[in-house]
């Protein structure tokens, strides 16, 4: 089983920055990507970014350039530092892990960004 819980969320300024960050824990298999979905109140969750475990990122059009994963393998955590923040980013932001052999997924609580001057 895997367990992974987020940190960082909060009220913030437009055009100002958060940084998230996720830890997972239990039997995290080093073949891997973790990465960062959002959910706004009405709306379908998205994809915001992915990392894998070599290290390669994508990004959703509407963060690009303003917001940054990455990972630390040994520690199992990943981070999302976002920056020039906008109240369109307002959502409830979920941390994710799937297995890269098994395809086994794995989602976070959700932590709370909020957006608003």
């Known amino acids: 089983q895997v367990q992974l819980v987020e940190s960082g969320g909060g009220l913030v300024q437009p055009g100002g920055s958060l940084r998230l960050s996720c830890a997972a824990s239990?039997?995290?298999?080093?073949?891997?990507?973790m990465g960062w979905y959002r959910q706004a109140p009405g709306k379908q969750r998205e994809l915001v970014a992915t990392?894998?475990?070599?290290?390669?990122?994508n990004y959703a059009d509407s963060v690009k350039g303003r917001f940054t994963i990455s990972r630390d393998n040994a520690k199992n955590t990943v981070v999302l530092q976002m920056n020039s923040l906008k109240p369109e980013d307002t959502a409830v932001y979920y941390c994710?892990?799937?297995?890269?052999?098994?395809?086994?997924?794995?989602w976070g609580q959700g932590t709370q960004v909020t957006v608003s001057s």
């Open positions: 239990g039997r995290v298999f080093s073949l891997n990507a």
């Open positions: 990392i894998t475990s070599g290290g390669s990122t």
């Open positions: 994710n892990l799937i297995m890269v052999v098994s395809g086994g997924t794995y």
